[in-house]
Nanobody
């Protein structure tokens, strides 16, 4: 079972990136999925989650209105569209699959994790 995150990079403030998370080894169509980010010396921070059917999405206050999470259960993919990026969005972004159909804000609720993709936003 593997989650592969991609799409990170270096972008100027105000720019956009689209992160992708490809799942392999099993289907996650019944699992909530989430995105977290982490910078050195800090705890992993919740960014967004989406339930199994895409009906319910939740965002951290810091990204609300700028980021959009989505998923394609046929392709076993999860996406994070990031617009109006700020330097404080810099970090390693991880996708994760929850044990439940909904996911949560708490990283211990997630069973499977991708390797992370670096996002750097310059000012």
């Amino acid at each position: 079972v593997q989650l592969q995150a991609s799409g990170g990079g270096l972008v100027q403030a105000g720019g956009s990136l689209r992160l992708s998370c490809a799942a392999s080894g099993r289907t996650f169509s019944n699992n909530g999925m989430g995105w977290f980010r982490q910078v050195p010396g800090k705890e992993r921070e919740f960014v967004s989650r989406i339930n199994w059917s895409s009906v319910n999405t939740v965002y951290a206050d810091s990204v609300k209105g700028r980021f959009t999470i989505s998923r394609d259960n046929v392709k076993n993919m999860v996406y994070l569209q990031m617009n109006s990026l700020k330097p404080e969005d810099t970090g390693v972004y991880y996708c994760a699959a929850a044990l439940s159909p909904y996911g949560s804000r708490w990283h211990p609720d997630y069973r499977y994790w991708g390797q992370g993709t670096q996002v750097t936003v310059s000012s």
